[in-house]
């Protein structure tokens, strides 16, 4: 399942920014959520208030939260 889909039912915007090395996704949780990440072996865990999200990463992914936006990196 990818980013779109999974959080399709949600109130998340989502977007995808490609360049020559590299994919970035951008997720969005929107103001005055407290969001954060923690990352366990490939996947990223999310954590918003009371919901969870696992969200399973490529190999060499990076992962940032900052102000409520989750950015996945992916060399490609």
Do not use: H
Not at 17 to 45: Q, S
Not at 63 to 72: D, E, R
């Amino acid at each position: 399942m990818n980013l779109q889909q999974q959080f399709s039912d949600e109130q998340v915007g989502v977007r995808e920014f490609a360049y020559d090395d590299r994919v970035v996704w951008a997720v969005d949780f929107g103001p005055g959520v407290d969001a954060t990440v923690d990352v366990v072996d490939d996947t990223a865990i999310v954590l918003t208030g009371e919901d969870q999200y696992d969200l399973e990463l490529a190999d060499g992914a990076e992962v940032f939260m900052k102000n409520g936006v989750l950015t996945i990196e992916v060399e490609g």
